[in-house]
């Protein structure tokens, strides 16, 4: 084990004061400068999406190379746009995990660096704290966001059901027994003929299409628990694409797709908030967040139990540099701080955020 190097002490920053985010877990590159406030100074993100489109599915290695070649200048320019440079800056956070080795090497390296340089605090955020915290950005819930919230995490990678108790708390109360949300949005894209990543071209297609043309499963509705299961979904929609389709009908099967995983959704929410008595909101975030079905049917689900949906703004929702930078001012308010020889980890449960260092008070 190599011996922790004391790095400065965890101090919540001032609202003037600036703090720089860093993602690099999977195909965005985005980087984000924030006030110790909360309010968003500058962001960007450079999506990958054209560099790994031809192999219908993210490759890692030219994930890390493009992180590489393009992360330091999107910091310069972030810092540009904030009117500040890196000796204006009073803490760097950067997702280190979970995601893909290569680029959280990228990233977290250049937030070290930037750190050590300067003498100010390191945060090595947790991508699903990230986007588990970014509805409580002053922005997204001005009159603030009190715990306990439940979250579900809806993106291509991650399908979970968290009960969000505090910065560092966090309880997964279900998760997928198969694929993720999006991925199952995309393989039955991917059947329907459209490009990836399809889960809005499928949208776009289910819109006009009859959902009750065809009898598609709804796994795992009414289970205890809040697991989820979309293989089967899947399977069903490759069985009638295989019997052949038109126009109509492919429209008609988009729509049922989209219905059964609305429905699913909204089932597996009302299971898990009554298991979260206390919920102050029900919080949906991932890139499937952005399907209007699924808002729609969330929406039903938490006002069924009187809480209201938080959902970000849709590019608050997907991957971004804002919800690191934010994760990165709460883990400060809270008393914690990384030290410099904290290890990626592609692999990391929300509910292993012990940090490395006690908070303080
Ligand atoms: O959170 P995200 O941007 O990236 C990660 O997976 O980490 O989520 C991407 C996923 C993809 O599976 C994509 O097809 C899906 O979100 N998605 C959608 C929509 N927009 C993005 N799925 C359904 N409807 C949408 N409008
Ligand atoms: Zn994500």
Redesign the pocket.
Same mark, same amino acid.
């Given at each position: 084990m190599p011996a922790k190097q004391a790095g400065p002490e965890p101090v919540a920053l001032r609202p003037d004061q600036l703090i720089l985010g860093i993602e690099s877990s999977?195909d965005?590159t985005a980087a984000a400068v924030l006030r110790g406030d909360g309010t968003i100074l500058a962001e960007a993100v450079l999506s990958q999406l054209a560099d790994h489109a031809p192999f219908g599915g993210v490759v890692p290695e030219i994930a890390a190379r493009a992180h590489l070649a393009h992360l330091p200048a999107l910091v310069r320019r972030v810092l540009d746009h904030a009117g500040t440079d890196m000796a204006g800056l009073s803490a760097v956070a950067a997702t280190a995990g979970p995601g893909l080795i290569g680029g959280l090497i990228v990233g977290a390296t250049l937030g070290k660096g930037i750190a050590a340089a300067r003498g100010i605090p390191y945060l090595a955020i947790n991508h699903l704290e990230a986007h588990a915290l970014t509805p409580r950005l002053p922005s997204v819930s001005p009159d603030g966001l009190r715990f306990p919230y439940l979250l579900l995490l809806?993106?291509?990678?991650?399908c979970q059901c968290v009960a969000v108790e505090g910065v560092a708390r966090h309880r997964r109360l279900g998760t997928t027994l198969d694929d993720?949300v999006?991925?199952a949005?995309?393989k039955s894209?991917k059947l329907l003929g459209l490009p990836w990543?399809?889960?809005?071209h499928?949208?776009r297609l289910a819109a006009g299409g009859d959902p009750a043309r065809f009898a598609l499963p709804r796994p795992m509705l009414g289970r205890a628990g809040c697991d989820f299961s979309f293989s089967g979904l899947k399977t069903a929609v490759a069985q009638v694409v295989g019997k052949g389709l038109d126009a109509a009908a492919r429209r008609d099967l988009a729509a049922g797709f989209q219905a059964a995983v609305a429905a699913v959704l909204a089932d597996r929410a009302r299971h898990a908030l009554a298991m979260l008595p206390g919920a102050t909101a029900l919080v949906v975030a *991932?890139? &499937?967040a952005?399907? *209007?079905a &699924?808002r729609a049917a969330l929406a039903r689900a938490a006002a069924g139990a009187g809480l209201p949906l938080v959902a970000p703004p849709v590019p608050l929702?997907?991957?971004n540099a804002v919800m690191v930078a934010w994760a990165g001012i709460e883990r400060l308010r809270a008393g914690l701080v990384d030290a410099m020889d904290h290890a990626p980890r592609p692999r990391w449960p929300l509910d292993q955020l012990a940090p490395d260092r006690p908070p303080v008070g």
């Open positions: 999977c965005e809806l993106s291509g990678g991650h993720a999006g991925e949005f995309d894209a990543p399809g889960g809005p499928l949208e *991932g890139g &499937v952005a399907n *209007g &699924v929702c997907t991957d």
